[in-house]
């Protein structure tokens, strides 16, 4: 069995996994790394070596995370014992303590749980009962954060709290929102922690048996889970972590990254084992996400290695406006697509926002242009209307104490019970120090007054709720022939007539709706079925000296599930129309696409302008940057949504990013193609799959949208930001023939540009180059623009004429060492190194680059007839198989008729070059070079180094005992 569980892990996992179980093992997984899959080994080890389930204990994140890996552990020591493991979030492993051993802290009998939706609308009636003047989810949030620190309302952390909220305001919320829920037997989210630490505290007994506890995303823990698993763990101090600080990103909910330390503190024999190997991402992308998150020098010190090829670097895309960027991912996205033949679709791209309000233009540019997205995050299942209320049904019986769910249904259908009515009856009962349930029954059963005016149809109305709620509980509770749920939930249907109500008020979506309800139907007997088989057995192991509640009915088990939900979507079936994903980043951690776009990364926007933690927003879009596989778009507008001027953000501004990141999308060559299908491990396209596709587009390069400077600030600094990165660094271009659409004018002189040929996986469109000048300020630069423009505007567009009217005959003359610029349709460059040396002579000119060009020169579609580089006369096949004897050294002369090459042999290797170039509407790019050889400071792979991660040395477990002694793999 052993040998089957770590036959598919690699060194490192294999260590974390046969790690010794009787210690504490941290284990750090990078984005990628196979963490899920280390941690269901780890478990199915421990199985396998005689550790009893029910002894196991595992918190997960969210219950999808949970689901998922129970069925994964099935597959490898079978669903008896996966299903017998204490395996659920905190919050759902609480419930279950709870439920079993809450009478030992007088914790009421069938207590239910209050969810965000719950919390939130007790906070409303508070606060529109006593009229304060404070928003509801910042209350809410307040409350949570108190009892996610232990409960204590006067920690130092509440200083930080906004001043919008008086202290006596907040008590007053505080303490009504406790009484409320304890009106209705409730317990929220964070209730259930807090009960549960202080059971296992008082009554360590009741954890006992356990002998591990693994804990999944340790970096998103917060005060009190930290607490528990402690208290899990007390009697045999037998814990694995897995986590990674760098995606600690959930502060907001309280989770604090300082546990690492504690864990430290805690445990300090304990061994740390790192996962460093990426399986998702290209080398590319890696690096330049490790570029963004070692910024950070406090950081705990790890690295990732690609084990994916180079990939295209991820691209850093400079727009006019929020409308532009919105317009052009759309664009983008249906370029990709279409010069890639097949390969992708819809469903492999993501749009990932530091914040949902950034999606509104990104939706309407969508929707324009007939691209089906989602929306990840949105509203639950469980939170749309038809299905809340039918819920809210379940819950009134199951608990009719609950006022929150019996206020809901009240008058649903109508029974002529307004919403004032509602509001009075639910004061009257708190003054009374009741539920609202006795309320009723006193005005239904018992015909005693209250302090409000009911007339005969409002009495009638509450009636009939109350037989609804009795009858129910006398099906649902029968000891002798109890009613199933899927029936129970057929009874309210019909007593309801609830599809009639649907198709008065809600006629216009009823088919969707209805559907909806029947989904409902479906995830009930769906449940009934795994009670039946124990796939979902919740009971825990009884043990001496501590008495059991025994088990609970399965209407509460089945609420308590719905309550601790992330959120199940409804399925409408495996065959489904691909759509493209809009998400938050957040709710996008631990997902991940082929394709990710990552707007908006501006200063206010990432980092976030009422974010006080910087570091927290850096690893925010390192998580993001690392959901992609293989193709990363960042991009900023020089305008935002409302207008405002933008600065692009400071975690990419730096110009140690500068050769990581290109300015437009790739070009999409079969290099490329090649290199994303073998990432992504499917089939290569066709190349007539790949014409047909790209036939219709209105473009096959990313130049549409050109990022043209406009007169302002922020346009200085990002073209002195360019310029000292082109001067500091070697940048590699893809697409030479992008044109420069640049209104400055800079005065530098072209040299030899170094570019090798090297072989690996595939062929890459790399050259690098970088310039050689003094270096020009941004506003003394401006100010010599402007000077310029005005004295030459008159006279420039007739000049400009006589030029090409010059040059153009000059090339009809000289067709081999000229290049003409009407209609240049310059063909690919392997079609060129078949010539010999003197086909492609040419002599090599100094130029002058950013003279100002009029607009009409733009659409011109230049041609080259001839080629003018000079390239060996070797066999391709020498070339692109590496043989080292053959590079060359290309001078590329911007913005002028002639261009000229060198072959010349060069010891650089680091970046491959194959330079294809599309048929339509090609570009020119100003290519900026050294005089001297290329020295590329940044590279991939190992320590970064562009030799890749084939040199990586003989494996050394990455570990750390904290006792001295080393730890055996």
């Not at 596989?629 to 949504?641: E, F, G, M, T």
């Amino acid at each position: 069995m052993d040998g089957t569980i770590l036959s598919s892990l690699n060194k490192s996992q294999k260590a974390a996994v046969i790690s010794d179980p009787s210690g504490q093992l941290s284990i750090l997984a990078g984005p990628g790394s196979g963490k899920t899959h280390t941690l269901v080994a780890r478990i199915a080890w421990l199985l396998s070596n005689g550790t009893l389930p029910w002894n196991i204990l595992v918190t997960t994140f969210t219950v999808k995370a949970a689901r998922e890996m129970k069925e994964r552990i099935g597959k490898l020591v079978g669903a008896s014992k996966s299903s017998k493991l204490i395996l659920g979030t905190f919050h759902s492993i609480a419930r279950r303590y709870l439920t079993q051993y809450g009478h030992l802290i007088k914790l009421k009998n069938n207590f239910d749980i209050a969810d965000s939706v719950d919390s939130l609308a007790i906070i409303k009636r508070i606060i529109k009962r006593y009229e304060l003047n404070v928003d509801p989810k910042v209350v809410r949030n307040r409350i949570s954060g108190t009892k996610a620190r232990g409960g204590n309302r006067d920690q130092k952390w509440m200083k930080k709290v906004p001043l919008s909220i008086e202290s006596q305001e907040f008590d007053l919320c505080y303490r009504e929102y406790e009484e409320a829920l304890h009106r209705s037997n409730l317990l929220d989210y964070d209730d259930l922690l807090l009960n549960c630490v202080k059971l296992l505290r008082e009554h360590p007994i009741c954890v006992s048996n356990i002998e591990a506890v693994l804990i999944d995303e340790f970096q998103d823990t917060n005060t009190v889970q930290f607490d528990l698993m402690r208290l899990f763990a007390a009697c045999k101090q037998q814990v694995t972590i897995v986590g990674d600080p760098d995606q600690s990103i959930y502060s907001f909910r309280a989770a604090e990254l300082q546990n690492y330390q504690r864990f430290q503190h805690q445990y300090p024999k304990s061994t740390t084992i790192a996962l460093e190997e990426n399986y998702r991402s290209s080398g590319a992308i890696i690096s330049t996400a490790l570029n963004v998150i070692t910024q950070d020098s406090d950081r705990i010190s790890k690295s990732i290695v690609p084990t994916n090829n180079i990939g295209t670097r991820p691209v850093i895309r400079k727009l006019l406006d929020a409308h532009k960027e919105a317009e052009w991912i759309s664009l983008e996205i249906q370029r990709v697509i279409g010069m890639t033949g097949g390969l992708l679709n819809l469903n492999d791209f993501s749009i990932l926002l530091r914040s949902a309000a950034l999606s509104r233009l990104i939706e309407n540019s969508l929707r324009k242009t007939g691209l089906a997205y989602r929306m990840v995050g949105g509203v639950r299942f469980y939170d749309r209307v038809e299905v809340r209320i039918l819920l809210d049904y379940l819950r009134a019986i199951n608990q009719p104490d609950n006022d929150d769910a019996l206020s809901n249904i009240l008058n649903v259908p109508p029974r002529r019970i307004g919403d004032t009515t509602v509001r009075k009856l639910i004061e009257e009962a708190s003054n009374r120090k009741i539920s609202l349930w006795s309320l009723i029954l006193m005005i239904v059963k018992q015909k005693k007054n209250v302090n409000m005016k009911l007339t005969q149809q409002i009495i009638q109305g509450l009636s009939c709720v109350c037989d609804i709620i009795e009858t129910s509980r006398t099906k649902i509770f029968n000891l002798d022939n109890p009613l199933s749920l899927s029936d129970l939930m057929r009874h309210i249907l019909d007593q309801t007539n609830y599809e009639e109500w649907l198709q008065i008020h809600h006629n216009d979506i009823l088919k969707l709706r209805w559907s909806n309800v029947e989904e409902l139907v479906t995830q009930i007997m769906e449940f009934q079925e795994n009670i039946s088989h124990s796939y979902e057995d919740e009971s825990l192991p009884l043990i001496d000296g501590v008495q059991q509640k025994g088990s609970i009915n399965l209407l509460a088990k089945f609420l308590a599930n719905v309550a601790l939900s992330s959120g199940i979507e409804k399925n409408d079936g495996e065959v489904q129309t691909p759509q493209i994903t809009i998400s938050t980043i957040h709710a996008a951690k631990g997902l991940e696409w082929p394709v990710v776009f990552i707007p908006a990364v501006y200063q206010g926007s990432i980092p976030h302008l009422r974010s006080d933690n910087s570091k927290e927003e850096r690893r925010l879009l390192y998580v993001a940057m690392t959901r992609a596989k293989v193709l990363l778009y960042l991009s900023y507008p020089l305008k935002s949504s409302r207008g405002d001027k933008t600065v692009l953000s400071e975690f990419i501004s730096l110009s140690s990013l500068a050769p990581a990141l290109v300015s437009v999308g790739p070009v999409i060559q079969s290099e490329v193609v090649h290199s994303i299908s073998q990432i992504l491990h499917r089939l290569n396209p066709t190349v007539e799959s790949i014409t047909s596709s790209s036939s219709l587009l209105p473009s096959k390069l990313d130049n549409l949208f050109p990022a043209e400077a406009e007169n302002n600030r922020n346009d200085i600094e990002m073209q002195s930001y360019n310029l000292s990165a082109e001067r500091d660094f070697d940048v590699a271009y893809k697409d030479q023939k992008r044109r420069c659409i640049e209104p400055r004018e800079r005065d530098y002189h072209f040299k030899e540009l170094n570019s090798s040929i090297t072989s690996d996986k595939y062929e890459s469109n790399q050259i690098t180059g970088s310039i050689k000048s003094s270096f020009i300020s941004a506003s003394s630069h401006f100010k010599t623009l402007l000077s310029n423009s005005i004295d030459n505007l008159q006279g420039e567009k007739s000049q400009r004429s006589k030029e090409v009217n010059e040059k153009d005959r000059v090339h009809s003359s000289n067709p081999k060492n000229s290049l003409s610029k009407t209609k240049l349709r310059q063909s690919n460059l392997k079609g060129y190194f078949g010539k010999s040396h003197s086909e492609m002579s040419g002599t090599s000119t100094d130029i002058r680059l950013g003279e100002t060009r009029n607009n009409s020169e733009f659409d011109m579609q230049p041609t080259c007839t001839e080629s003018t580089i000079k390239v060996s006369s070797e066999p391709l096949s020498l070339i692109a198989l590496g043989n080292e004897e053959y590079h060359h050294k290309i001078i590329t002369l911007a913005n002028s008729t002639q261009v000229s090459c060198k072959t010349q042999d060069l010891s650089t290797k680091n970046w491959k070059s194959t330079t294809n170039f599309p048929d339509k509407k090609p570009v020119t790019a100003s290519i900026l070079t050294r005089e001297n050889s290329v020295k590329l400071r940044k590279t991939l792979g190992v320590k970064r180094s562009m030799a890749g991660w084939s040199s990586r040395k003989e494996f050394v477990p990455p570990t750390l005992s904290k006792d001295n002694h080393s730890s055996e793999p």
